[in-house]
């Protein structure tokens, strides 16, 4: 550890993804858990954040006091819930620090204030903090925009653990967007999420989703695109949390020296 380690805030930090974070940041150069965030009246305020996360005592006691631990620090790591993520958004505009957000099934008024605390913090938000399912993203608007809506059908299958609490995933709906950039379509307006009773023929152009809940899937994602007499699929798995904060933290990392703004994951791996 050095002087130079950024200062990271790891908040839900009891949580499956806390855990992971608090390992993950453990575990990598040029970072260090500066603070851990639960919730008031949690449990674990006051527990130290390595034994909650396995590694033994690290010297960091969990606090329910999130402004407290902003303010010295130099970012923030959140894959909490849409309400607490923009309350802990306007904390880091407070603090003018880096945000990273990878927390899923955010409305359009939630996105706003995320962009609006992103005029004094520098946020990265992404459906998906991992390399491999950016990069999915990419070659699936370039397949969108080679195989076009008369001749192929875009579907977007995702499984997740049963303890998933939104869906589609906030990576189906990454994919969904990226389909239709490109074919430069409104994902609002093509998209289909539910299928049941007599739904009639296939609207030609649109965009659909299905969802699987199960077991402990981390992450199951296809996209596939359907033509007359054949298929393309493209997809990514993910068997390990780890990926989701390894790309959190350099995320962190490489907007550390930033100017104010919102950003995603495609300005951090320079594919935007």
Not at 67 to 79: K, N, P, Q, S
Not at 99 to 115: L, N, P, Y
Not at 170 to 189: F, I, K, N
Not at 248 to 255: D, G, K, N, Y
Request: contains cysteine; proline residues 3%; negative net charge.
């Amino acid at each position: 550890m050095s002087g130079t380690d950024m200062k990271l805030v790891v908040v839900g930090a009891a949580g499956r993804m806390g855990q992971t974070l608090i390992r993950t940041i453990h575990g990598m150069g040029g970072v260090r858990v500066f603070a851990a965030v639960e919730r008031s009246g949690s449990a674990y305020i006051g527990r130290d954040a390595g034994e909650i996360a396995g590694l033994g005592p690290i010297g960091i006691s969990i606090t329910d006091q999130p402004l407290e631990a902003f303010v010295d620090a130099e970012g923030v790591l959140d894959f909490t819930s849409p309400s607490a993520s923009v309350d802990f958004s306007a904390l880091a505009a407070q603090a003018r620090i880096v945000h990273v957000i990878g927390t899923t099934g955010c409305s359009d008024e939630d996105e706003a204030r995320f962009k609006a605390a992103a005029r004094h913090a520098r946020i990265v938000k992404s459906g998906n903090m991992s390399l491999g399912v950016n990069l999915l993203g990419v070659l699936t608007q370039q397949a969108a925009r080679a195989l076009g809506p008369a001749d192929w059908d875009i579907e977007i299958l995702e499984m997740h653990h049963k303890h998933k609490v939104d869906a589609p995933s906030g990576t189906a709906l990454l994919l969904g967007e990226a389909a239709a950039m490109g074919r430069a379509v409104s994902l609002t307006e093509n998209s289909v999420r539910v299928r049941d009773g007599h739904t009639g023929a296939r609207p030609a152009g649109t965009i659909g989703f299905a969802t699987l809940r199960g077991g402990s899937v981390i992450g199951e994602h296809s996209v596939i695109l359907a033509g007359e007499g054949e298929q393309v699929t493209l997809s990514h798995s993910a068997t390990d949390r780890s990926i989701f904060a390894r790309g959190a933290v350099t995320a962190a990392l490489w907007a550390r020296d930033k100017k104010p703004g919102f950003y995603s994951m495609l300005d951090v791996l320079g594919l935007s």
